[in-house]
């Protein structure tokens, strides 16, 4: 699952790197389906990988740059382990099956981080306490001020951040392996098809999205 260079040319791609290539063809059917959702994944676990190392490159003094790197590796890590329609989703259980237990409770505690703190407000990760300050009794009024006290916690600890790379590494090298092993799947039968009709096939095209489609399933 090496990464090819294109181009865009006219409405569909160059694959640079194959001076012999006399067409791209479009894959379709729930193989092809899985190759493109495994394929998608990888870019977000890749995201995750950016993600991390840049919070290391980033001074601890520059605090919401490092929290929003944060939140977004969680985020897409835990994306792919959602309930979308859209594509399939990574089982956790399977992926970690052959590590410690200690894997699927880091995995919980991120997926509950992202779904009740990050993404939802629902737990006590995030807290604002009304209180009212109260004066000595000295004035013709006893309230100074109705204040909130916000406290976020802060979870990009050591610990955290070595947990969240592990187990993005992990599904990593598993969607890997998955797509490569779909790829010689498709390879095996497409080599035992006709040439002429290989080149019948559609063409790979790309359409931009419109703005439209932002809240419609691809």
């Given at each position: ?205 790309y359409r931009v999205p419109s703005v439209d489609e932002m809240s419609k399933r691809r």
């Open positions: 699952m090496d990464p090819i260079p294109f181009s865009q040319v006219a409405g569909g791609f160059h694959i640079e790197g194959f001076p012999d290539a006399a067409k791209l063809l479009r894959l379709d059917g729930p193989k092809a389906k899985r190759l493109s959702d495994l394929c998608l994944h990888k870019s977000d676990l890749d995201f995750v990988a950016e993600c991390l190392d840049a919070i290391n490159q980033t001074p601890v003094s520059n605090a919401v740059v490092r929290a929003a790197l944060w939140r977004g590796a969680v985020i897409h890590f835990v994306k792919c382990f959602g309930d979308s329609k859209a594509r399939f989703q990574l089982d956790a259980e399977r992926i970690y099956k052959d590590r410690p237990p200690e894997a699927m409770l880091a995995f919980r505690f991120f997926r509950d981080l992202r779904n009740k703190h990050f993404v939802h407000d629902e737990n006590s990760y995030a807290q604002s306490i009304p209180a009212a300050v109260l004066n000595k009794g000295d004035k013709a009024y006893k309230i100074e001020k109705i204040v909130c006290i916000n406290h976020i916690a802060d979870v990009l600890g050591q610990e955290n951040w070595a947990n969240l790379k592990r187990l993005s590494e992990t599904a990593h090298n598993w969607v890997v392996a998955e797509f490569d092993a779909l790829a010689d799947l498709l390879t095996r039968e497409l080599e035992a098809e006709p040439y002429d009709s290989l080149m019948q096939r559609a063409t790979v095209e």
